[in-house]
T-cell receptor
Framework: GENVEQHPSTLSVQEGDSAVIKCTYS??????FPWYKQELGKRPQLIID?????GEKKDQRIAVTLNKTAKHFSLHITETQPEDSAVYFC?????????????FGSGTKLNVKP | ETGVTQSPTHLIKTRGQQVTLRCSSQ?????VSWYQQALGQGPQFIFQ???????GRGNFPPRFSGLQFPNYSSELNVNALELDDSALYLC?????????????FGPGTRLTVT
C-alpha cells in the first residue's frame, strides 16, 4: 500500500516568515494530494489540494507543489501569522470513481511566534 | 449547507465492551469514510461506505464494523474494546456526484477505553 512520510515533525517560524512542509509518497498510482490543518481539539480542515495533472496550485498565502517523478509534494505558507499555528497533515490517495482512501502523513506542528 | 456532524463528542468505555459512534454526512454527500486518529498521529483509514455498502477497508480487524443508512448517515461499531482503541474517531463525507476527491471531516468522537 501507499506510504506517506512528512517532514519536519515540528516547525517554528517568526511571524511574517515563510514555512515549508514536505511529503513523499510511494505509490505512483496516487493522483490526489490534499493538505489539512488541524487546530487543537478541532476537526481537520481541508486548506488546499492538488491533482496529479497539475504541478502547482496557489490560494492566497498558501501554495502546494507536486513533483510526480520524485513522488514528493510540498506545502508553502508565506507571510505566516500566529493563527497559522496548528498541526498540518498531508495525504495521498488514488481517487477513483466511487472510492477514495487517504493515506496521511504523521503531521507537522507549526508554531508561528509573534 | 450543513457540515459533517458526529455523536457523541466524548465516550468512556471499559475494555471488552462495545461502542457505536454516529456520523451525519454533509448535505449532498453520499459517501462516508471513517478514520482512527491516535494521539500525535495522522488519521488511519478504517473503511468507506458508498450506497450503503462497504467498498474499501484499511488494516483493521473485523471487530470494527459499520453501516450506512439510506439518508447517507453512518455508524461505526467496535466490539470487544481494547485499550489501544482509545483514539479520536473521525468520519469524513464526500460526494460522487462531482469528481471523487475532497473529503470533509466531522469534529470527531474521543473514545477512551479503560
Amino acid at each position: 500500500g501507499e506510504n506517506v512520510e512528512q517532514h519536519p515533525s515540528t516547525l517554528s517560524v517568526q511571524e511574517g516568515d515563510s514555512a515549508v512542509i514536505k511529503c513523499t509518497y510511494s505509490d505512483s498510482a496516487s493522483n490526489y494530494f490534499p493538505w489539512y490543518k488541524q487546530e487543537l481539539g478541532k476537526r481537520p480542515q481541508l486548506i488546499i489540494d492538488i491533482r496529479s495533472n497539475v504541478g502547482e496550485k496557489k490560494d492566497q498565502r498558501i501554495a502546494v507543489t507536486l513533483n510526480k517523478t520524485a513522488k514528493h509534494f510540498s506545502l508553502h505558507i508565506t507571510e505566516t501569522q500566529p493563527e497559522d499555528s496548528a498541526v498540518y497533515f498531508c495525504a495521498a490517495s488514488e481517487a477513483r470513481y466511487n472510492f477514495n482512501k487517504f493515506y496521511f502523513g504523521s503531521g507537522t506542528k507549526l508554531n508561528v511566534k509573534p | 449547507e450543513t457540515g459533517v456532524t458526529q455523536s457523541p463528542t466524548h465516550l468512556i468505555k471499559t475494555r471488552g465492551q462495545q461502542v457505536t459512534l454516529r456520523c451525519s454526512s454533509q448535505s449532498g454527500h453520499n459517501t462516508v469514510s471513517w478514520y482512527q486518529q491516535a494521539l500525535g498521529q495522522g488519521p488511519q483509514f478504517i473503511f468507506q461506505y458508498y450506497r450503503e455498502e462497504e467498498n474499501g477497508r484499511g488494516n483493521f480487524p473485523p471487530r470494527f464494523s459499520g453501516l450506512q443508512f439510506p439518508n447517507y448517515s453512518s455508524e461505526l461499531n467496535v466490539n470487544a474494546l481494547e485499550l489501544d482503541d482509545s483514539a479520536l474517531y473521525l468520519c469524513a463525507s464526500s460526494s460522487y456526484r462531482a469528481p471523487a476527491y475532497e473529503q470533509y471531516f466531522g469534529p470527531g468522537t474521543r473514545l477512551t477505553v479503560t
